[in-house]
């Protein structure tokens, strides 16, 4: 009987497959309705399960796991596709080789994320069965790599989920955690690949490895760096490593993703940097830190890159705070808001003060009334 069930979920979910390629096909071939149809998808994969279709899916045992998992919140189609693809990747081949057709379109990216937000156990998985190498693999990853800025905003544009491991797993589409830790810090695998791909692996790790809260291992990471040819000019494993990451902070404009590298970047500190490298990341960080063209950096994303600025480079603090403070006096339609913003933090600095004086008190009468 359960055996029976099974099947029948594994052909429902099957034949949802091939509606969502054959509406990705659909829109592949019409250029004018393209918009329209992925925009529809999207809303489609993103309903919540109805009762009849529930009843279907979660008759099998894998479905039942995948319902126990979420134990919150409704269950929506997306959740079963994903897990559907972890355990059936065939299924997604032909769905991920059409999303890849149509990724310069805006909807392409958030149906990727939802659908295969499992996508690291998805390749890995693909790996394990079948012959691909690690360098097939790779190059296969590479078809993608190159438009993941637009999917870390694809990624925050699929906001109707607020629990923050569910943000974690769609962002891991990429698998770059098993990138780094299966791979690049894997001597014996990493020997496996060609040096132009391990440089090109480097590359694409040293721009992600922050977004994936993985710079606790930014230490090792840099001691497996392959050789570069032109090492004498751009530097070592940190001075690459750092100009990539200043490179993928300048392309950034969603703020989430943005506050969060800023807030990752005190692990360099230490880092020994040639001074064309170090002025590179020091002018990246320095042009987030005023209002207006060409950033139009938040008031967050400002106090966030000076916070950085003083962190990593705490020589001439003080004459960068006042030298910026004087440019800020050149504009005088930023004095009311500033204004409002500096009696704001006086007031809160005050009430702070208020209440740590107060409890610090409490705490010595408390202390003296215990040894009466």
Same mark, same amino acid.
């Given at each position: 009987?359960?055996?029976?069930?099974?099947?029948?979920?594994?052909?429902?979910?099957?034949?949802?497959?091939?509606?969502?390629?054959?509406?990705?096909?659909?829109?592949?071939?019409?250029?004018?309705?393209?918009?329209?149809?992925?925009?529809?998808?999207?809303?489609?994969?993103?309903?919540?399960?109805?009762?009849?279709?529930?009843?279907?899916?979660?008759?099998?045992?894998?479905?039942?796991?995948?319902?126990?998992?979420?134990?919150?919140?409704?269950?929506?189609?997306?959740?079963?596709?994903?897990?559907?693809?972890?355990?059936?990747?065939?299924?997604?081949?032909?769905?991920? *080789? #059409?999303?890849?057709? %149509?990724?310069?379109?805006? &909807?392409?990216? !958030?149906?990727?994320?939802? /659908?295969?937000?499992?996508? @690291?156990?998805?390749?890995?998985?693909?790996?394990?069965?079948?012959?691909?190498?690690?360098?097939?693999?790779?190059?296969?990853?590479?078809?993608?790599?190159?438009?993941?800025?637009?999917?870390?905003?694809?990624?925050?544009?699929?906001?109707?989920?607020?629990?923050?491991?569910?943000?974690?797993?769609?962002?891991?589409?990429?698998?770059?955690?098993?990138?780094?830790?299966?791979?690049?810090?894997?001597?014996?695998?990493?020997?496996?690949?060609?040096?132009?791909?391990?440089? *090109? #692996?480097?590359?694409? %790790?040293?721009?992600?490895? &922050?977004?994936? !809260?993985?710079?606790?291992? /930014?230490?090792?990471?840099? @001691?497996?760096?392959?050789?570069?040819?032109?090492?004498?000019?751009?530097?070592?494993?940190?001075?690459?490593?750092?100009?990539?990451?200043?490179?993928?902070?300048?392309?950034?404009?969603?703020?989430?993703?943005?506050?969060?590298?800023?807030?990752?970047?005190?692990?360099?500190?230490?880092?020994?940097?040639?001074?064309?490298?170090?002025?590179?990341?020091?002018?990246?960080?320095?042009?987030?830190?005023?209002?207006?063209?060409?950033?139009?950096?938040?008031?967050?994303?400002?106090?966030?890159?000076?916070?950085?600025?003083?962190?990593?480079?705490?020589?001439?603090?003080?004459?960068?705070?006042?030298?910026?403070?004087?440019?800020?006096?050149?504009?005088?339609?930023?004095?009311?808001?500033?204004?409002?913003?500096?009696?704001?933090?006086?007031?809160?600095?005050?009430?702070?003060?208020?209440?740590?004086?107060?409890?610090?008190?409490?705490?010595?009468?408390?202390?003296?009334?215990?040894?009466?």
């Amino acid at each position: 009987m359960a055996t029976i069930s099974t099947a029948r979920s594994t052909a429902y979910l099957t034949a949802l497959t091939q509606e969502i390629e054959k509406k990705l096909q659909r829109a592949l071939t019409s250029p004018s309705l393209r918009r329209n149809l992925l925009q529809e998808l999207f809303a489609d994969i993103a309903l919540e399960v109805d009762d009849r279709a529930k009843e279907i899916i979660l008759s099998s045992e894998d479905a039942i796991t995948v319902a126990e998992e979420q134990t919150e919140g409704p269950i929506c189609y997306y959740y079963v596709l994903a897990d559907h693809f972890v355990h059936v990747p065939q299924n997604g081949k032909p769905i991920l *080789d #059409l999303i890849v057709q %149509l990724w310069s379109q805006s &909807f392409a990216s !958030n149906i990727f994320s939802l /659908l295969f937000h499992n996508c @690291s156990r998805f390749n890995l998985k693909i790996l394990k069965s079948s012959s691909a190498t690690h360098q097939l693999w790779f190059k296969e990853l590479q078809m993608y790599s190159g438009l993941t800025s637009k999917q870390i905003q694809g990624v925050s544009r699929v906001s109707f989920r607020s629990n923050t491991t569910d943000l974690i797993s769609i962002v891991e589409v990429f698998g770059v955690k098993y990138l780094l830790e299966d791979v690049a810090l894997v001597p014996e695998r990493l020997k496996k690949i060609p040096l132009q791909a391990q440089r *090109d #692996l480097f590359l694409f %790790l040293s721009r992600f490895i &922050f977004f994936y !809260n993985l710079a606790d291992r /930014l230490g090792s990471f840099l @001691s497996q760096f392959p050789d570069f040819p032109n090492a004498f000019l751009i530097g070592g494993p940190a001075d690459i490593f750092v100009t990539e990451l200043s490179d993928q902070l300048q392309k950034l404009k969603v703020e989430p993703v943005l506050l969060h590298y800023l807030s990752q970047l005190k692990v360099l500190q230490g880092l020994e940097l040639r001074m064309a490298t170090s002025t590179r990341l020091k002018t990246c960080l320095y042009s987030f830190t005023s209002p207006g063209a060409p950033m139009y950096p938040t008031r967050a994303v400002r106090h966030a890159a000076w916070n950085a600025l003083d962190l990593l480079y705490p020589v001439g603090r003080y004459p960068r705070h006042i030298i910026s403070l004087f440019f800020r006096l050149l504009y005088p339609w930023y004095w009311p808001s500033s204004f409002w913003n500096f009696i704001k933090s006086c007031i809160l600095a005050i009430f702070y003060s208020l209440l740590r004086l107060i409890f610090s008190s409490w705490d010595k009468v408390r202390s003296r009334t215990k040894e009466q």
